[in-house]
């Protein structure tokens, strides 16, 4: 709760502890600490310590895989996560790869129309983006925001995102 509401310094000390008492009863390959590593990844990454938010990252995979298999939906969610680390840090050609694997992962588990592969192809949009493709970018947000508003409705939060993404792409381009 306190993560969610920006209070990092609340959170810290709770995460931590969670994460010695969780490593102590379930092991340290166990879901449920990698569950801990991947909120302590992501309260690096919101605090915006995204080095710290790699590291955490990284540990929370290897123990996801660890303790339910190479090929399951929390190891592409980490996947995801983790692209958006090195995303922040301007590692992109590796935050790539890391997209396109938990995207890769994500339409075997759930079919090539789900909905939890917007974010990931979204975030894809933002590395060509990133990268000054914009014509790609602008490609795959419009993609993006057309399932988006199949699945979510015109008057979606995330569909208001994907929406000024791909204005702002459209901006860049000069296309008003």
């Not at 690096?44 to 955490?56: F, S, V, W």
């Not at 939060?157 to 901006?171: R, T």
């Amino acid at each position: 709760a306190y993560s969610s509401l920006g209070f990092f310094a609340q959170s810290q000390p709770l995460l931590q502890a969670a994460l010695v008492i969780r490593t102590s009863l379930f092991g340290a390959q166990s879901r449920q600490t990698a569950e801990t590593l991947r909120d302590l990844g992501l309260l690096a990454l919101n605090h915006g310590d995204d080095k710290t938010a790699e590291n955490y990252y990284q540990r929370s995979l290897q123990d996801y895989r660890a303790a339910e298999g190479p090929v399951n939906a929390d190891v592409a969610v980490l996947l995801n996560d983790l692209g958006t680390a090195l995303d922040h840090i301007g590692r992109l050609d590796e935050a790539q790869s890391y997209f396109e694997q938990a995207l890769a992962m994500r339409t075997r588990l759930s079919g090539p129309n789900s909905p939890e592969l917007i974010p990931m192809r979204t975030n894809l949009a933002f590395i060509a983006y990133s990268k000054k493709d914009y014509a790609r970018a602008a490609d795959q947000l419009r993609q993006e925001l057309a399932l988006a508003k199949k699945v979510y409705g015109d008057d979606h939060p995330f569909v208001s995102k994907i929406s000024n993404n791909l204005g702002g792409v459209l901006f860049t381009e000069k296309h008003y």
